[in-house]
């Protein structure tokens, strides 16, 4: 199957049922997005948002996953896992033939990006309130970007990172919009009231 196959390929009659909703998630996950694209990595959106709440639980489990690897790799462990899951959404997706669905897992794979930023641009400052009610500042060693970016010797650039993680963040938002777009597109095309009664082209 060729890449074009694998992301752009729609059943040849579209079940309206399916189509609808899959529209209203579409429009839903839009508009939400567009919240996330016009902040920035110290956006009050990002951690406030219900979806840091859901990514938070994946993020602790990644700490427990990883840890076993290593002190430094379970630090890292966090951030890895929130970002491998959704991941693994867009390629359990694209192995079922379902290119919306991963569509979709692309869009949360962006916003992990983005719920990320802000604890990464917090390195230097460990202002953030973390789990527990503290501060990087009250435990040392508690807040994993100052770990890892110290770790690294890369602690200075702690803004720089946070900005480059949201702006990929952002560019999986903008290639959920077009992608699911024109998946919809294609799917309008196949609905049965709109069958000619020919082969529908590929």
Not at 179 to 192: E, K, N, S, T
Request: glycine share 12%.
């Amino acid at each position: 199957m060729s890449l074009r196959e694998l992301l752009f390929t729609v059943k040849e009659r579209t079940d309206p049922a399916f189509f609808w909703g899959r529209a209203l998630l579409f429009i839903f996950l839009a508009l939400w997005g567009l919240r996330f694209l016009a902040g920035g990595p110290n956006a009050p959106v990002v951690l406030e948002s219900f979806m840091h709440n859901v990514n938070l639980p994946i993020h602790e489990a990644g700490h427990v996953v990883f840890g076993p690897f290593g002190e430094m790799i379970g630090i890292m462990g966090g951030s890895l896992m929130q970002l491998l899951v959704p991941a693994l959404f867009v390629g359990a997706f694209l192995w079922q033939h379902n290119p919306f669905g991963a569509a979709a897992g692309l869009w949360w794979l962006g916003q992990n990006f983005m719920d990320l930023a802000p604890y990464i641009g917090d390195a230097r400052a460990q202002q953030l309130i973390l789990l527990g009610g503290i501060t990087g500042r009250d435990l040392p060693g508690y807040h994993d970007w100052n770990a890892i970016l110290g770790y690294y010797g890369l602690i200075e650039h702690d803004q720089l990172l946070a900005g480059v993680s949201y702006d990929i963040g952002r560019l999986c938002m903008v290639l959920f919009l077009v992608w699911g777009a024109w998946l919809l597109v294609m799917q309008w095309q196949r609905m049965p009231a709109r069958d000619t009664g020919g082969t529908p082209s590929v």
